[in-house]
């Protein structure tokens, strides 16, 4: 079992930055690549980030994302963050993590396995 805790979530201007934080329990974290997702009113979840098991050496982004998110990992503190800058009002949503023991971080498309309660993230113009 794990379980995941979001925070940094909050109000923020257009331009600005935010890093959100996850934290997870288990002793196994290492074994688990981590993602990051977010659910705008009205609007499907949709895919943000993922950062491959173990060492992390692994990355891949959303198109929407890329070049202004950045997924990272602190094995030693069982934490998973999302650097977010440059903000747009459309990135305005709530931001879960999220937890699977697969390797392969794009095909077949992952399963997670745990999900995190999320945090609410607004972006003002």
């Known amino acids: 079992q794990m379980q995941l805790v979001e925070s940094g979530g909050g109000l923020v201007q257009a331009g600005g930055s935010l890093r959100l934080s996850c934290a997870a329990s288990g002793r196994t974290f290492s074994s688990y690549s981590l993602g990051w997702f977010r659910q705008a009113p009205g609007k499907e979840r949709e895919f943000i980030a993922v950062i491959s098991r173990s060492s992390g050496a692994s990355t891949y982004y959303a198109d929407s994302v890329k070049g202004r998110f950045t997924i990272s990992r602190d094995n030693s503190k069982n934490m998973v963050y999302l650097q977010m800058n440059s903000l747009k009002p459309e990135d305005t949503a709530v931001y879960y993590c999220?937890?699977?023991?697969?390797?392969?971080?794009?095909?077949?498309?992952?399963?997670?396995?745990?999900w995190g309660q999320g945090t609410q993230v607004t972006v003002s113009s």
């Open positions: 999220a937890a699977g023991s697969f390797y392969n971080l794009r095909y077949p498309p992952p399963t997670y396995d745990y």
